[in-house]
């Protein structure tokens, strides 16, 4: 006994629609009377379903038919021994359905929770450079607009400054430095996942080297947030959501406006203050500058701890980079004798 299903037909030369009647026999043949059509079931490709949407039936030769008569494409299936889509049996039986929502739920949740760090380094190191180029545009504009204005500094300091930096970014053009005063943030340097990288003047101020070699091991250390992509993991991992739309659709403007807030708040944690740390000690010494800069200068704000009520500017910087004797040990302990 044959089956019949209702169609519409396109026959690949013109847009035209033809509506036609397709017949299953039992010798599992396909028939169109109307177009002379008659091939082995075989050569037939039956689109899976998908609730009630229109089925998608291929011929060969470019002909193709769509039909709503989706309960007798299953019997057609059902009858000659064809598999439904697993999707389709899925959405066929409720409690399939409901362990499909709650495993899809559960995933998200671990995605955002428990994975978000496995999340946020997988896709901190599949985003390419034109990327967290943008992204580091449209941050540091953000920020210009917000919380920095332009440099006071002499001639002179970013002269010197500047020279350490080149030696520092050994010609790799992703490296740049900006030179920027803060009132709001105070002594601070931060790095954006693209390379460029912030120093305020505020922080240039608390220097106790007239050759800006400490100001060197702090940029140092900075460079490395940047080869580690700490910022950019935090900020992904704090927008997970909306990083992963970002990534799917090209849409970096959630990331841009998250990484402002993970350098003002700088809420990187130890392991990556001490990843970085080590980072900077390893260029210092590549550049035979000694530890002992930077050392010193992170004692001399431990010893003006005691003012921080009073100094907003110290508060800022021990907020953003926590100094403690463990980090001071570090670098001490990598001074040549």
């Not at 931060?190 to 922080?203: K, R």
């Not at 910022?231 to 992963?244: D, N, P, Q, V």
């Not at 403007?253 to 993970?262: D, E, G, H, Q």
């Amino acid at each position: 006994m044959s089956i019949f299903i209702n169609a519409v037909l396109y026959d690949g030369i013109s847009s035209k629609e033809h509506k036609v009647q397709i017949e299953f026999t039992k010798e599992r043949r396909v028939i169109i009377l109307s177009h002379g059509i008659n091939i082995a079931l075989k050569q037939l490709e039956i689109e899976s379903r998908l609730g009630n949407t229109p089925r998608v039936l291929d011929f060969p030769n470019g002909i193709r038919c769509k039909s709503r008569d989706n309960d007798n494409i299953d019997k057609v299936l059902k009858t000659y021994g064809l598999s439904r889509s697993k999707a389709y049996k899925i959405e066929s039986s409720w409690r399939l359905t409901i362990a499909a929502l709650f495993i899809t739920f559960a995933f998200v949740w671990f995605l955002l929770t428990t994975g978000a760090s496995y999340t946020s380094d997988i896709l901190a190191t599949v985003l390419p450079q034109n990327t967290l180029d943008e992204v580091s545009a449209l941050s540091l504009e953000k920020m210009d607009e917000e919380y920095l204005q332009p440099s006071k500094l002499s001639a002179r300091q970013e002269r010197l400054i500047q020279a350490h930096f080149d030696k520092l970014s050994n010609g790799d053009k992703r490296y740049t430095l900006h030179f920027r005063s803060a009132p709001k943030m105070g002594a601070n340097a931060f790095a954006l996942p693209s390379g460029d990288i912030v120093l305020t003047d505020q922080l240039v101020a608390l220097s106790r080297d007239d050759e800006f070699r400490d100001i060197l091991g702090v940029l140092a250390h900075e460079k490395g947030h940047v080869v580690e992509k700490h910022s950019l993991r935090i900020a992904i991992k704090t927008g997970m959501a909306g990083a992963i739309i970002g990534y799917l659709t090209g849409d970096v403007s959630i990331l841009a406006s998250s990484i402002p807030l993970v350098l003002i708040n700088s809420s990187y944690s130890r392991e990556f203050e001490h990843e970085a740390d080590i980072y900077a000690v390893r260029e210092l010494e590549r550049l035979d500058i000694s530890p002992k800069y930077i050392a010193n200068l992170f004692e001399a704000l431990e010893e003006k701890k005691e003012n921080l009520e009073q100094n907003s500017t110290l508060m800022d910087i021990f907020a953003s980079h926590p100094l403690t004797e463990e980090r001071i040990k570090f670098f001490n302990l990598h001074v040549k004798k």
